[in-house]
């Protein structure tokens, strides 16, 4: 039965592809940089590309969508010293004793490491999306759509690129070998560690899952960024990636064997609007609040569907406040500033923990502001700030934090 699933899915998916003899479209997006000597974080080395069709499945309908997307990444991640590698159970259940002999990327004998890595890895996304009747607040959308997708994911875990630089003078350590080149403990071939299975034996993952995912879409048709939104829409996900589905293909075991399930519903009012004479806008403001719910069961979660603090359910609530400011010299220069407070609820046991007794509810609570300048659609300079008012389980005191960048988009 699980064969005749997966091959049904196969089949429905490259349909319409099937179905015109013309070729795909292809587009890219979001180059982004490489990793400190990796392309010497120059050189756009991380890309996502794809190819999409509209073919015309039911008569009366709207085109339905095909797309395969590719993605490349390369970034540098770190070991969480938080959760015993052996167990999965976290420090914050632990007392004094146990802590002390558990397994954890912390202490004496990592005091003189560094704990990042190097991570580069790729996804493919491909889907097939139709939509149904007409969305009431845009003419060109659709009410409800229905997607079919299957998403796949190969990742390595490799030493810091800057350690292979020569005159790195000892300040990058091997994380996963030692001086000599020999594996360190826990790391190497047939190793494996259940609070993280991505860096099991060679720390080469592939990892893959089918999902569904229902939208129903009653919001206003907004081109461009710099007008206010209005509507409300809700999206309903299920994503499904057992041990059986092509996740078991490593000799340390299974890789990924979850299924997860998120409600998201989002709703925006517009509060005011000043044009311009040419269309443009002075400024707008518009308020939006959204809920996002979502819960994640299975023994093995894959490292990109980990929740927040690994507690398997999440709820969070979010208001925020949009302004934008005069559109100016072109349609796509403009300035906005946005006002959020999250209020984020975790609950449930603990994932990837292998006895599934340790469970906690936690809250954190966090106000931001941004602002953003935009400049012909390829400028993007930024300013964060915000202040973590309740941080959760963690002990830890209110604190601000800020950040800024300027990036860059190139649309091809």
């Given amino acids: ?3 005749v699933l997966l091959a049904f899915v196969c089949i429905l998916l490259v349909i319409p592809v099937a179905a015109d003899s013309y070729s795909l479209d292809a587009f890219i997006s979001g180059v982004s940089n490489g990793v400190k000597g990796f392309g010497l974080g120059l050189f756009p080395l991380g890309t996502t590309f794809g190819f999409e069709t509209y073919p015309q499945l039911f008569e009366g309908e709207s085109k339905a969508e095909f797309q395969i997307e590719i993605s490349f990444a390369f970034n540098n991640r770190t070991l969480d010293a938080n959760y015993d590698y052996m167990t999965g159970c976290p420090v914050w259940a632990m007392s004094t004793a146990e802590r002390e002999k558990a397994s954890l990327f912390a202490g004496e004998e990592w005091e003189d490491r560094t704990l990042s890595y190097f991570n580069p890895r790729s996804d493919l ?10 969305n009431p607040l845009n003419e060109n959308g659709t009410l409800l759509n229905i997607r079919l997708g299957f998403n796949l994911r190969y990742a390595m875990s490799l030493e810091e690129v800057s350690y292979s630089l020569p005159g790195h003078g000892g300040l990058v350590s091997p994380t996963f070998v030692n001086q000599d080149g020999s594996s360190r403990k826990p790391f190497g071939p047939g190793a494996v560690l259940p609070a993280y299975p991505w860096l099991n034996g060679s720390r080469n993952v592939y990892s893959d899952y089918l999902y569904l995912q229902l939208s129903l879409n009653m919001d206003r048709n907004t081109p461009t960024d710099a007008e206010p939104e209005e509507g409300m829409s809700v999206d309903l996900r299920l994503e499904y990636g057992p041990w059986w589905l ?18 998201y519903a989002e709703q925006k009012m517009e509060i005011f609007s000043i044009m311009q004479d040419n269309g443009w806008y002075w400024m707008n403001m518009y308020v939006g609040h959204s809920d996002n719910l979502s819960y994640v069961w299975g023994d093995v979660i894959p490292e990109n569907k980990i929740p927040g603090d690994r507690l398997r359910g999440t709820l969070q ?3 925020w406040l949009h302004f934008t400011g005069p559109q100016f010299m072109a349609g796509d220069c403009y300035t906005y500033i946005e006002l959020n407070l999250y209020n984020t609820l975790m609950f449930g046991n603990v994932a990837n923990e292998i006895s599934g007794t340790t469970s906690a509810v936690e809250l954190q609570t966090v106000f931001s502001a941004r602002l953003q300048l935009r400049l012909f659609g390829f400028i993007r300079v930024e300013y964060q700030v915000g202040y973590d008012i309740v941080q959760g389980i963690w002990p830890d005191r209110p604190r601000w934090w800020q950040n800024s960048g300027i990036s860059f988009y190139v649309s091809l």
């Avoid at 996304?125 to 007409?134: A, E, H, T, V």
């Fill in 246 to 263: 092509l996740n078991n293909l490593t000799p340390e075991g299974i890789q990924s064997n979850f299924f997860r399930a998120v409600i």
């Fill in 1 to 3: 039965m699980k064969r």
């Fill in 125 to 134: 996304d491909i889907y097939l999306d139709q939509g149904f009747w007409k």
């Fill in 317 to 319: 609530d979010r208001i």
